[in-house]
């Protein structure tokens, strides 16, 4: 029984971990890999990755 209680206990953490919960909408930010291709001013594209927490507030700007 000890070691459910450890397995609840870390999947706990885990979770609270993974995920900052949003002060604006209380929802879970969720960590997404933002790609964006960035045209530099000699005309070539290159990709600008980002790592951005994504919620309610922001889901629809980041993710289209
Ligand atoms: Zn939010």
Redesign the pocket.
Known sequence: MAKQTDFAEKAKKAASERGSK?P????I?TPTLFIQSVQSAHGSYRFNRQRVQV????EKQILG
């Open positions: 949003c604006k909408c209380g929802g930010k919620c309610k507030c922001n």
